[in-house]
């Protein structure tokens, strides 16, 4: 009889999870996976996918605008949330649905449970009170909202998961938080026609990017409406019917039919058992603690994905789960290499953007050359929308080496896939400028800057 139930049992049916289950019962392993809610998981159910969804709806009103100096004569449009909703929810359905097959086609087992660690090499389902044992325990639980400080009110504040299943599109809506999320959904409310206040405690939204991508996209997003507080947070929020007033540290209020926010995600280790096993958590970050092959503190269990608190994007869960499951069951040891991850933030316009920002690149190179340009996009050239593109290059003055790369606009994250491979091979800029532009397009600025826009050379006394 065998010494345990399954080699492998992954708790979290999500990017990661699912990866993993699928490539480690292709390697033969006896898999389960155990799923709280609905499989697939954040990304595929109230994440990437809806929003991507919602973005590209919401991006309609700027292209019916924009109609009219094409000659177009377009009706006066109108766009009903309800038909939007029902029409993302069938499409989550059946991508749930095919997540659901192609687990199972694999010959993993899914069980619809809530799974807890009662010890090294044994889970609880939940559901029925079963007890199951493993050689190999995955975490791959991923992550939640967080809600911040218990401020008075904090029970009517909607996080993401609710945005993707509102009755109604909100008139006015405010949104605390200045990240990845807060500034997607202020682009979705605002193209689907809602009044948008963003409040951000900083002096510019998207700390960590790119300075002169903050400016830009902070300049973009306010030409089109959007008002973006900074400097303040929400300290109280009351509810009068259907409206809110939402009270801001700066002693301001503002009403609106919804307040959100999107003030950054946990990982999602409360209540699994993990002291049970004994596994540690990364005191940097509250996330589960793994070494480079997503190893615990105990040797047979692993964890990956947002639950780790790495790189909380999908395509890295979904590498990490990859590799975790060639490393344990495929017989070749995989380390995920996290350098050079391209990312996006599906604001209105877009961001890309991959590499070292300029303020990175000055700290850690002694000679950085900015190739940097803005222009006006073809298109708008006759739709006359007030737009701008920002395209930018951070590069090692001392090997050539293009360090970063980062832009503003339209078709700014599907550019990026594309950049990342360059910079993840090490191009140089003379890479890039003896590539002939491909013509008339915004990206082929990315070739043709040819003169550096600004020179940072460290003195030997700095
Ligand atoms: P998840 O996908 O979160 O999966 C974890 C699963 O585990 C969940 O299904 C959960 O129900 C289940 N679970 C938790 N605990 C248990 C338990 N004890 N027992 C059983 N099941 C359990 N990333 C991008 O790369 N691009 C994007 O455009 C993007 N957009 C996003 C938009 C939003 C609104 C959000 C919230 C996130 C977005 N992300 C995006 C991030 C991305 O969704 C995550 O990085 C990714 O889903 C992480 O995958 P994971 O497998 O680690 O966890
Ligand atoms: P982010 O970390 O991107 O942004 C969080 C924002 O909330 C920041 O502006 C932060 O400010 C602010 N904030 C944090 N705590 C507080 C607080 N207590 N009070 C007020 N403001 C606060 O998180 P998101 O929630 O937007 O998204 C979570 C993660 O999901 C992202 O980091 C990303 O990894 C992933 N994601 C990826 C997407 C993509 O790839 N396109 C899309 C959506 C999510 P400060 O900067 O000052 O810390």
Same mark, same amino acid.
């Given at each position: 009889?065998?010494?345990?139930?399954?080699? +492998?049992?992954?708790? *979290?049916?999500?990017?990661?999870?699912?990866?993993?289950?699928?490539?480690?019962?292709?390697?033969?392993?006896?898999?389960?996976?155990?799923?709280?809610?609905?499989?697939?998981?954040?990304?595929?159910?109230?994440?990437?996918?809806?929003?991507?969804?919602?973005?590209?709806?919401?991006?309609?009103?700027?292209?019916?605008?924009?109609?009219?100096?094409?000659?177009?004569?377009?009706?006066?449009? #109108?766009?009903?949330?309800?038909?939007?909703?029902?029409?993302?929810?069938?499409? !989550?359905?059946?991508?749930?649905?095919?997540?659901?097959?192609?687990?199972?086609? @694999?010959?993993?087992?899914?069980?619809?449970? =809530?799974?807890?660690?009662?010890?090294?090499?044994?889970? &609880?389902?939940?559901?029925?009170? =079963?007890? !199951? #044992?493993?050689?190999?325990?995955?975490?791959?639980?991923?992550?939640?909202?967080?809600?911040?400080?218990? /401020?008075?009110?904090?029970?009517?504040?909607? @996080?993401?998961?609710?945005?993707?299943? +509102?009755?109604?599109?909100?008139?006015?809506?405010?949104?605390?938080?200045?990240?990845?999320?807060?500034?997607?959904?202020? *682009?979705?409310?605002?193209?689907?026609?809602?009044?948008?206040?963003?409040?951000?405690?900083?002096?510019?939204?998207? =700390?960590?990017?790119?300075?002169?991508? &903050?400016?830009? $996209?902070?300049?973009?997003?306010?030409?089109?409406?959007?008002?973006?507080?900074?400097?303040?947070?929400?300290?109280?929020?009351?509810?009068?019917?259907?409206?809110?007033?939402?009270?801001?540290?700066?002693?301001?209020?503002?009403?609106?039919?919804?307040?959100?926010?999107?003030?950054? %995600?946990?990982?999602?280790?409360?209540?699994?058992? +993990?002291?049970?096993?004994?596994?540690?958590?990364?005191?940097?970050? *509250?996330?589960?603690?793994?070494?480079?092959?997503?190893?615990?503190?105990?040797?047979? /269990?692993?964890?990956?994905?947002?639950?780790?608190?790495?790189?909380?994007?999908?395509?890295?869960?979904?590498?990490?789960?990859?590799?975790?499951?060639?490393?344990?069951?495929?017989?070749?040891?995989?380390?995920?290499?996290?350098?050079?991850?391209?990312?996006?933030?599906?604001?209105?316009?877009?961001?890309?953007?991959?590499?070292?920002?300029?303020?990175?690149? %000055?700290?850690?190179?002694?000679? $950085?050359?900015?190739?940097?340009?803005?222009?006006?996009?073809?298109?708008?050239?006759?739709?006359?929308?007030? #737009?701008?593109?920002?395209?930018? +290059?951070?590069?090692?003055?001392?090997?050539?080496?293009?360090?970063?790369?980062?832009?503003?606009?339209?078709?700014?994250?599907?550019?990026?896939? $594309?950049?990342?491979?360059?910079?993840?091979?090490?191009?140089?800029?003379?890479?890039?400028?003896?590539?002939?532009?491909?013509?008339? #397009?915004?990206?082929?600025?990315?070739?043709?800057?040819?003169?550096?826009?600004?020179?940072? $050379? %460290?003195?030997?006394?700095?």
């Amino acid at each position: 009889m065998a010494e345990f139930d399954v080699d +492998l049992f992954v708790i *979290g049916g999500g990017s990661g999870g699912v990866r993993a289950a699928r490539i480690a019962a292709g390697y033969g392993a006896r898999v389960m996976i155990a799923e709280e809610y609905r499989m697939g998981g954040t990304c595929v159910i109230r994440g990437c996918v809806p929003k991507k969804l919602f973005v590209i709806g919401s991006h309609f009103r700027h292209e019916l605008e924009d109609a009219a100096g094409f000659g177009w004569t377009v009706p006066p449009a #109108t766009f009903d949330w309800p038909t939007l909703i029902a029409n993302k929810d069938k499409e !989550i359905a059946r991508l749930e649905a095919a997540y659901t097959t192609n687990v199972e086609k @694999s010959g993993a087992q899914i069980v619809k449970s =809530r799974a807890v660690i009662e010890d090294k090499h044994t889970v &609880r389902l939940l559901e029925n009170d =079963r007890k !199951i #044992t493993a050689k190999y325990i995955l975490i791959a639980t991923g992550g939640a909202p967080n809600h911040g400080a218990s /401020i008075p009110g904090i029970e009517h504040v909607i @996080s993401s998961n609710e945005a993707f299943h +509102l009755k109604k599109l909100p008139k006015r809506i405010v949104i605390q938080g200045g990240g990845y999320i807060a500034l997607e959904f202020a *682009g979705i409310f605002a193209g689907f026609g809602s009044d948008v206040t963003v409040i951000y405690r900083g002096d510019n939204i998207l =700390r960590g990017f790119d300075e002169d991508v &903050r400016a830009h $996209v902070r300049s973009e997003m306010e030409k089109q409406g959007i008002t973006i507080l900074t400097g303040c947070t929400v300290v109280k929020v009351d509810r009068h019917g259907e409206e809110f007033t939402t009270h801001l540290s700066n002693g301001s209020s503002i009403a609106s039919d919804q307040v959100m926010f999107a003030i950054g %995600r946990h990982p999602a280790v409360a209540n699994l058992g +993990l002291e049970n096993a004994g596994v540690a958590i990364n005191p940097r970050n *509250g996330g589960i603690a793994v070494d480079h092959f997503s190893k615990s503190s105990v040797d047979s /269990i692993y964890a990956i994905g947002d639950v780790t608190h790495r790189h909380n994007l999908t395509p890295v869960a979904i590498r990490e789960g990859h590799a975790f499951a060639d490393t344990v069951f495929g017989k070749r040891e995989v380390q995920v290499d996290h350098s050079y991850i391209p990312t996006a933030v599906f604001s209105q316009p877009e961001v890309g953007t991959v590499g070292l920002t300029e303020t990175e690149a %000055r700290a850690q190179y002694g000679h $950085v050359d900015i190739y940097k340009t803005t222009f006006r996009p073809i298109k708008a050239t006759m739709s006359g929308r007030d #737009t701008r593109v920002l395209m930018k +290059l951070v590069v090692d003055g001392s090997t050539d080496r293009v360090l970063g790369c980062h832009i503003v606009g339209d078709g700014a994250a599907e550019v990026t896939q $594309v950049v990342a491979i360059a910079v993840k091979m090490k191009a140089t800029k003379a890479d890039f400028d003896a590539t002939i532009a491909l013509h008339p #397009t915004a990206a082929e600025e990315l070739v043709t800057m040819r003169t550096p826009t600004a020179r940072h $050379v %460290r003195q030997a006394a700095e």
